[in-house]
């Protein structure tokens, strides 16, 4: 079966609903192409509130036969998250079921201390609706909930910021996104590191963007320290540069400390990275519903084979993407061919110097055994 038809409702699934199981605190459940009216809470009479992205809104629940409606239009294809969260006083266990327009139930949401759904791809182009409601029937109270495109709800006012002055800012909730400004000349040397506040759990991620919306870099530390540091870069242009810092896959939230140095006189390692040639072959099973997951350290400009081949052959139809170190997926692969179920990707890398993840599943999360590739020049 083709890639195009799988991605409707099996990539998202595996996934979306993997990284929500690991946030720990949402429970996601997906009914993706599965025709159906509103449950028992929804009442579909009751007029919708229209959303837009990055805008939150607030609203209070007092009974649970009474879900508030939303709207929203988006396009096949987008990436959208949903966040509900409670307010500090109440009992509410926040929780929400969206709707495609076919009225489908494509994702119900129950949560914790909040409700989230990442990085939806949304399968098809109209007006999506979104019955916000408590997870339990006693728990009442007031809520705001907003949509963000991509990974992001919403991005929090940094201050601008001054070459090798160190600064603290906070994720406040998952999906947040703190901006920050600094002017540079063109040809200017820098790089950014940020790292978690003593005592604080978030594992920061660094974006820099250059002054026409282009990104220049990203950085993503995997070890337990959570101190991501750019490489040595080169500023293009002059202007406002944006330093853009997000938790890992919106697992995390809390206080960091950030600053943009000038580069030593003297050369340091980081300016000469070059890639670690790969060849490895594994052998490895997954069960129902699950995923097998292998990281390797790349690098920007690197091309890197993916292979993914059933044992014994034609007993197993993967599905292999990738993702970098800034938890983006940047690519994706199914078939070899029409007549071979197997997997196969190759791409250059992109996503900036660190770990990369290569996750494999069966088509309709069905179990399986397989032997994993990896080889780069």
Same mark, same amino acid.
């Given at each position: ?71 929203i239009f988006g396009a096949y294809g987008d990436l959208i998250s949903v966040g509900m969260f409670p307010a500090q006083t109440g009992q509410l266990i926040p929780a929400f079921d969206v709707y495609a327009p076919d009225g489908s139930l494509v994702a119900s949401v129950v949560g914790k201390s909040e409700a989230l ?132 896959? /919106?697992?995390? *939230? #809390?206080? !960091?400390?950030?600053? +943009? ?5 003297? %050369?340091?390692?980081?300016?000469? =990275? ?75 890398? /992109?996503?900036? *110097? #660190?770990? !990369?993840?290569?996750? +494999? ?5 069905? %179990?399986?055994?397989?032997?994993? =590739?990896?080889?780069?020049?």
């Amino acid at each position: 079966m083709g890639l195009a038809l799988k991605n409707r409702w099996v990539a998202l699934t595996l996934c979306l609903c993997s990284l929500m199981l690991g946030l720990g605190q949402s429970s996601v459940r997906f009914a993706v192409a599965q025709t159906a009216t509103p449950s028992a809470t929804a009442t579909p009479g009751t007029p919708s509130r229209p959303l837009k992205i990055g805008v939150s809104m607030d609203g209070t629940l007092t009974d649970p036969n009474k879900p508030d409606r939303y709207a929203i239009f988006g396009a096949y294809g987008d990436l959208i998250s949903v966040g509900m969260f409670p307010a500090q006083t109440g009992q509410l266990i926040p929780a929400f079921d969206v709707y495609a327009p076919d009225g489908s139930l494509v994702a119900s949401v129950v949560g914790k201390s909040e409700a989230l759904l990442s990085a939806f791809r949304l399968p098809s182009t109209g007006a999506y609706i979104i019955y916000a409601k408590p997870g339990t029937p006693t728990g009442f109270g007031a809520y705001t909930i907003s949509v963000g495109s991509g990974w992001i709800l919403r991005d929090l006012d940094g201050n601008p910021l001054r070459m090798g002055s160190p600064y603290s800012g906070a994720l406040l909730r998952l999906g947040d996104r703190q901006v920050w400004q600094i002017d540079l000349r063109a040809g200017t040397t820098f790089n950014v590191a940020a790292q978690p506040s003593a005592g604080s759990p978030l594992d920061p991620v660094i974006e820099v963007i250059m002054p026409g919306g282009e990104q220049l870099a990203v950085a993503h530390d995997l070890n337990a320290a959570n101190s991501a540091t750019t490489t040595i870069l080169s500023a293009p242009t002059s202007g406002t540069y944006l330093i853009r810092i997000s938790a890992y896959v /919106n697992k995390s *939230v #809390g206080a !960091y400390d950030l600053i +943009v140095r000038a580069p030593p006189s003297t %050369p340091t390692p980081a300016l000469n =990275i070059t890639a670690e040639p790969l060849d490895e072959k594994i052998t490895a099973s997954v069960g129902q519903g699950a995923q097998y997951s292998h990281i390797f350290r790349g690098i920007p400009g690197q091309t890197v084979t993916i292979e993914v081949h059933a044992q014994p052959p034609g007993s197993f139809d993967p599905l292999v993407e990738l993702y970098g170190p800034s938890g983006r997926r940047v690519a994706e692969a199914d078939d070899m061919s029409a007549d071979n179920a197997d997997a196969l990707l190759k791409t250059t890398l /992109n996503d900036g *110097v #660190g770990g !990369y993840t290569i996750r +494999v599943a069966g088509y309709a999360l069905l %179990p399986g055994t397989f032997i994993l =590739i990896v080889r780069s020049p």
